[in-house]
Nanobody, 117 residues
Framework: QVQVAESGGGLVQPGGSLRLSCAAS????????MAWYRQAPGKQRDLVAT???????NYADSVKGRFSITRDNAQNTVFLQMNSLKPEDTAVYYC???????????WGQGTLVTVSS
């Protein structure tokens, strides 16, 4: 069984920073791409950033230049450094891992990020 767990969410003022972490555990042979998604209240879940096993990255236009995704393959973890946060970044942030042997991948339970003064 595989588990994915996020941490690091919270309340931050506009212009502030947060770092999200996500760890995958359990019977894992290999993880391909990892990604962060977010879902604001009343909206669909959107892709924020992706990172390949070789650390190639891709970002949504709305976060380019402000967010940075990194990963540690040895620890099966992925991080999202979020700077210059805006109120519109408020959402539940979900981690996704494309894991060998799991056709649908694995999702975390989400962590809430609230950007407000």
């Amino acid at each position: 069984q595989v588990q994915v767990a996020e941490s690091g969410g919270g309340l931050v003022q506009p212009g502030g920073s947060l770092r999200l972490s996500c760890a995958a555990s359990g019977r894992i042979l290999s993880i391909y791409d990892m990604a962060w998604y977010r879902q604001a209240p009343g909206k669909q879940r959107d892709l924020v950033a992706t990172i390949t096993r070789g650390s190639r990255t891709n970002y949504a236009d709305s976060v380019k230049g402000r967010f940075s995704i990194t990963r540690d393959n040895a620890q099966n973890t992925v991080f999202l450094q979020m700077n210059s946060l805006k109120p519109e970044d408020t959402a539940v942030y979900y981690c996704f891992a494309d894991i060998l042997g799991l056709p649908l991948g694995a999702w975390g339970q989400g962590t809430l990020v609230t950007v407000s003064s």
